[in-house]
C-alpha cells in the first residue's frame, strides 16, 4: 500500500512483476555472465507497452503519467538491472529529450519505431573530460551551408551500441557565446550515417547484459532539420533531460534493494545455525527490520519526486534527493544481504544473484550524476531559499 498509487499503478507493478518473474529472471543469469545484450528478451517487453509509455498516444506511446513509467523500471531492477537500464535509458534518455524538446517533424520522424520495441535510442554527454562537468564536452559541430559535420566522440553511452540501437542524441559544442562562455547544442544522428560509428564496451564490473558503448562521430554530416531544440540549448536540455533521468535511475536503486532485500529474507528462513533459522537471531531480523524501513523512505521520496512532475510543479530538488538516497539504500541492503548470505553470496547463484545485485548496485551512486554532485545540486537550492 502507498497513499501515491491507484489501482492502474497495482494493476502495471502486477503486470510487470510477473512478466519478469517468468521470462526474464530464468535467463538473464546467462546473458549477463556471457556479456552478451538481449536482443530477443528486450523485445518481448513490447508484450508489456513499456517503451515510450509516457509518449503521447499519437505517436505510438500509452501516455501514462511519469509514476507508472518508474513503477515498471522498479520492478525490473527488482529482477536484473541490465533489462532495466536498458528500459530506463531508452525512456528517460532516448525517447524523453526527443518528446520534450523535437519539432513536430522530427517527433514525427522518430518517436513511432521508439514506441513499439523496434528500435531503442541514446543520449550522449559522456567524454573523457565530460561528465559531472558538462562544460567539458569536447565535441565539436561546425555549421556548414547545408548541416552541421560533427567531430568528437561519447563513452559509457546506454543502447549505444546494439542491433536495436537506432541512434542518439547528443551534446556538441557549437562556438562561443557573446559572454565568451562556451556555446552548446543538441543533435539527432541515426545508425547508418557516414562516419557515425559504435563499439559494444565489454568486461564491466556491472550491467553485464545491457549495452554500453563508445560512439565515434567522424565528419558526420547532420542535416539542419536534426538539430534539437535550438541553437544554444544543449546544456538546458541535457539538465532538464537528467532530471528525469536521475528518477529512473533512483527506480532502479529502489527495484535492486528491494530484490536484495527479499532474496535476504528468504535465505535468512532456510539457512540454519545453531539449529535455529538465522532469521531467529536478533542481530539478522535486525537488519532486516532496517532494510524494510530504508525501502518504505526510499519509495516514498520517489513517488513524491514523480508526483510532483506528473501535476507540473519543480521537480529537479526532489529528483536528486531521490537518486542520492536510493542509491544509497540499494548499496547499504545489497551489502547487508550479501552479509546475511556469507559465502554463499560469493557465488553466481541464479536462485539467489546477490552476487550480482552487489555489483550492479555500485554504478548508481555514479550515473546520472554523481552522489558528490548531487549534494551540491541539493545544497544550493536549499541555500538560495
Known amino acids: ?13 502486477s503486470k510487470v512483476r510477473d ?13 549477463e555472465a556471457n556479456e552478451q545484450f538481449p536482443v530477443e528478451l528486450i523485445r518481448s ?3 508489456l507497452n513499456l517503451f515510450g509509455m509516457h509518449a503521447p498516444k499519437k505517436y505510438g506511446g500509452q501516455g501514462s503519467d511519469y509514476l507508472s513509467y518508474i513503477i515498471a523500471v522498479e520492478e525490473l531492477a527488482r529482477v536484473d538491472s541490465s533489462v532495466a537500464a536498458t528500459l530506463a535509458a531508452h525512456n528517460s534518455l532516448g525517447v524523453g529529450p526527443i518528446m520534450e524538446f523535437g519539432s513536430e517533424e522530427q517527433k514525427a520522424k522518430y518517436l513511432p519505431s521508439l514506441c513499439t520495441a523496434e528500435n531503442l535510442w541514446a543520449f550522449g554527454l559522456t567524454e573523457e573530460n565530460a561528465g559531472s562537468d558538462a562544460q567539458g564536452v569536447e565535441t565539436i559541430a561546425e555549421e556548414k551551408e547545408d548541416g552541421w559535420v560533427v567531430n568528437g566522440h561519447k563513452k559509457y553511452i546506454t543502447n549505444g551500441a546494439s542491433e536495436m540501437s537506432a541512434g542518439i542524441s547528443f551534446v556538441a559544442k557549437t562556438g562561443t557565446r557573446e559572454d ?19 563499439e559494444f564496451m565489454k568486461q564491466k564490473l556491472l550491467w553485464r547484459a545491457a549495452d554500453n558503448g563508445m560512439v565515434y562521430l567522424n565528419d558526420v554530416h547532420i542535416p539542419a532539420s536534426d538539430r534539437l531544440g ?29 530484490g536484495a532485500y527479499e532474496m535476504a529474507v ?3 528462513k532456510k539457512r540454519k545455525q545453531f539449529g535455529r533459522n538465522i532469521s531467529d537471531f536478533q542481530v539478522i531480523s535486525f537488519k532486516l527490520a532496517d532494510m524494510a524501513m530504508k525501502l518504505e523512505t526510499a519509495r516514498n521520496t520517489l513517488y513524491n519526486a514523480c508526483w510532483l512532475k506528473d501535476n507540473g510543479h519543480d521537480y529537479g530538488t526532489q529528483a536528486a534527493m531521490a537518486k542520492l538516497y536510493c ?10 544481504a550479501l552479509q546475511i548470505f556469507g559465502g554463499a553470496g560469493l557465488f553466481r547463484n541464479d536462485e539467489y544473484p546477490i552476487e550480482r545485485f552487489f555489483r550492479d548496485q555500485r554504478l548508481l551512486s555514479i550515473g546520472e550524476g554523481t552522489s558528490e554532485v548531487l549534494r551540491m545540486v541539493i545544497s544550493r537550492s536549499i541555500l538560495k531559499e
Open 45 to 47: 517487453l513490447k508484450s
Open 230 to 258: 535550438a541553437r544554444g540549448q544543449g546544456i538546458k536540455i541535457m539538465l532538464k533531460t537528467i532530471d528525469s533521468g536521475r528518477l529512473s535511475i533512483a527506480a532502479m536503486g529502489l527495484g535492486l534493494a528491494q
Open 1 to 13: 500500500m502507498n497513499a501515491f498509487l491507484n489501482e492502474t499503478h497495482h494493476t502495471l507493478r
Open 266 to 268: 528468504s535465505f535468512a
Open 327 to 336: 542509491s544509497q539504500i540499494a548499496s547499504d541492503i545489497a551489502s547487508e
Open 19 to 31: 512478466f519478469a518473474e517468468k521470462y526474464i529472471k530464468p535467463v538473464i543469469g546467462e546473458f
Open 180 to 198: 565568451g562562455r562556451k556555446e552548446f547544442t543538441a543533435f539527432l544522428v541515426s545508425k547508418g550515417t557516414k562516419g557515425y560509428t559504435r
